[in-house]
Nanobody, 123 residues
Framework: QVQLVESGGGLVQAGGSLRLSCAAS????????MGWFRQAPGKEREFVAAIGWSTGRTYYADSVKGRFTVSRDNAKNTVYLQINSLKPEDTAVYYC????????????????WGQGTQVTVSS
């Protein structure tokens, strides 16, 4: 059974930083592209970042470029999202997802999803 478990969310002041983690089990992690999404209250879920399974190439939504960094550690079956210079509009539940390629993730599609971790940014 595939499980994706996010952690690292919390309450932080604007300008602060967080590192989210997503630990995967039940799948061959190195064969999957991994992505991060977020959903703010009253809004649709949106793509945030993705990292490929082979080259580790990364992709970002325009709204987070330069502030968010996605990385992965295949030895630990974990993908990370480093979030810097947090803004109140970054407040959302952050989800990780897995699928076979980053193009699919960038279309908002994932084969497996985590339960999410809440990030709240105070002004």
């Amino acid at each position: 059974q595939v499980q994706l478990v996010e952690s690292g969310g919390g309450l932080v002041q604007a300008g602060g930083s967080l590192r989210l983690s997503c630990a995967a089990s039940g799948l061959i992690f190195s064969n999957y592209a991994m992505g991060w999404f977020r959903q703010a209250p009253g809004k649709e879920r949106e793509f945030v970042a993705a990292i490929g399974w082979s080259t580790g190439r990364t992709y970002y939504a325009d709204s987070v470029k330069g502030r968010f960094t996605v990385s992965r550690d295949n030895a630990k079956n974990t993908v990370y999202l480093q979030i810097n210079s947090l803004k109140p509009e970054d407040t959302a539940v952050y989800y990780c997802a897995a699928t076979y390629n980053t193009a699919t993730l960038r279309r908002g599609i994932g084969d497996y999803w985590g339960q999410g971790t809440q990030v709240t940014v105070s002004s």
